[in-house]
């Protein structure tokens, strides 16, 4: 069983950056970062995985990076020109699939850490 625990959110001003945290007991094949603002459904922002090929949501593609420490067991979201449409609670997630895209293929989440952009 893998536990995911994220830090770094906050609330910043649009055009700011924010750096994402997740602190992993264990890696799965697939390490994403998934987001959900109210009333709209989960979405993938960004995954890696055990080949370190990483893929982003277009929304975000240029502006947002993922990556990773193996020595620190620690998966990252660095997070540049931030828009208010990025708000969102951002999540942390592990899976052994193949298909790093898909939300529903992940079984370990972490308890999520809210970002918000104002303009």
């Known amino acids: 069983q893998v536990q995911l625990a994220e830090s770094g959110g906050g609330s910043v001003q649009s055009g700011g950056s924010l750096r994402l945290s997740c602190a992993a007991s264990?890696?799965?094949?697939?390490m994403g970062w998934f987001r959900q603002a109210p009333g709209k459904e989960r979405e993938g922002v960004a995954v890696?995985?055990?080949?370190?090929?990483?893929s982003y949501a277009d929304s975000v593609m240029g502006r947002f990076t993922i990556s990773q420490d193996n020595a620190k067991n620690t998966l990252y979201l660095q997070m540049n020109s931030l828009k208010p449409e990025d708000t969102a609670m951002y999540y942390c997630?592990?899976?052994?699939?193949?298909?790093?895209?898909?939300?529903?293929?992940?079984?370990?989440w972490g308890q999520g850490t809210q970002v918000t952009v104002s303009s």
């Open positions: 997630a592990a899976s052994s699939s193949r298909r790093c895209w898909a939300p529903y293929v992940y079984n370990y």
């Open positions: 264990g890696y799965e094949y697939c």
């Open positions: 890696i995985d055990g080949d370190g090929d990483t």
